[in-house]
């Protein structure tokens, strides 16, 4: 089969490879569509520990396709199964697993970053993922496409039910790539009064306002246009989705009182410690809050959402290209351009 392998910093190769043998608790997936994250182009710019010449690895942990092959104590799923599969899975029996947070097991595995993944023609999915029930069918109008979509929205979902979005809220989000717009589409559907969105690019912001026409984009001096806009109060909620450590610094200013911030994703290693005045969470009485990946309900909830229009993620593709032209599309995602980039296969 054809698969995509990183070998190490900067050097992913599309080769031929045997197609993975599976045992009996073990499915085997025929992948139709994967989409390049910013994880995976984070892999390829920086490399990874684990990831050389003599281990390379398929990268691609958003992906959905068909069931190929099924092991023979595997019950539930069967070949010809149209699905959307979960990346991270945990050990199943501990503490946190049992308390259905299996992606932050301290055994936790992910498909496409501690095994191999979905940028290749066929991935296998392990017992433990089979077993916890990372395979979700999707019914015959659902799109691989935006099936897929399900792993980063829910890792969104996550922090939007962690942060707590309330109907009349207004919202800030800071950074309008990908994500970004994902929270400014869960906070529209939770009821915020007022989605803003900010970015340095003016490209970026017109994409959101033409995906979520509710939102209003806000470029330049962030703090005076939001005083402006909010009559000094501020925002209830502000939400980082870029990777900046001022930004997240920044957010102290932009948030009112009662107010929450969420930082989502992480900042670059070595980069993670940021400036904080105590005094204005305790003043400003704020809650702050992170959020890592999602759990399997969180998934499976936003399947639903995708399957039942309520988020339309599927505006969000904007390049679709064969599994040969990886290195070139991993290049263009590195440099800003477009938003999500599938690999159809
Ligand atoms: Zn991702
Ligand atoms: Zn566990």
């Known amino acids: 089969m054809k698969a995509a392998r990183l070998y190490g910093q900067g050097d992913i190769r599309v080769e031929d490879i045997k197609i993975p043998e599976i045992n009996e608790d073990e499915v085997l997936l025929k992948v139709k569509a994967a989409f390049i994250c910013g994880t995976d182009v984070r892999f390829f710019k920086n490399g990874k520990p684990g990831i050389d010449a003599d281990n390379p ?61 979905g940028f290749a023609e066929y991935v296998k999915i392990p017992a433990n993922a089979v077993r916890q029930g990372n395979i979700t069918p999707i019914s015959d109008n659902t799109g ?89 109060k501020l925002v209830d909620v502000v939400i980082t989705a870029a990777s900046v450590s001022a930004i ?23 980069k993670s410690l940021v400036y904080l005045d105590t ?6 009485q704020l809650t702050i809050s992170g959020t890592t990946m999602q759990n399997l309900r969180q998934y499976r909830d936003c399947l639903r959402l ?6 339309k993620v599927k505006d969000l593709v904007t390049s679709s290209s064969p599994l040969n032209e990886i290195s070139g599309v991993i290049a263009n995602v590195a440099a800003g351009k477009g938003l999500k980039s599938v690999i159809t296969i």
């Open 144 to 232: 691989f496409e935006e099936a897929a979509l399900a792993e980063p929205l829910s890792c969104v979902y996550n922090a939007y039910e962690r942060i707590g979005i309330n109907p009349g809220d207004k919202v800030l989000v800071i950074g309008a790539g990908p994500i970004g717009i994902m929270h400014a589409m869960i906070a529209v559907m939770a009821g915020a009064s007022h989605v803003f969105i900010n970015d340095l690019s003016r490209e970026r912001l017109e994409l959101a306002k033409n995906l979520v026409p509710s939102v209003i984009t806000v470029a330049g001096k962030v703090k005076e246009e939001l005083e402006k806009l909010t009559e000094g």
């Open 57 to 117: 690895r398929v990268l691609g942990h958003e992906f959905a396709g068909i069931i190929d092959k099924v092991g023979s104590r595997v019950t539930r799923y069967t070949p010809g199964m149209r699905v959307a599969v979960a990346p991270n899975y945990g050990c199943g029996v501990c503490d946190i697993c049992i308390g259905g947070n299996t992606q932050i097991c301290v055994k936790a595995l992910a498909l496409g970053v501690g095994i191999d993944g």
């Open 248 to 270: 997240q610094e920044m957010a102290f200013s932009l948030v009112g009182l009662n107010g929450r911030i969420m930082f989502f994703g992480g900042l670059p290693k070595g």
């Open 279 to 284: 005094n204005e969470i305790h003043y400003k």
């Open 306 to 311: 995708i399957e039942e229009g309520v988020l």
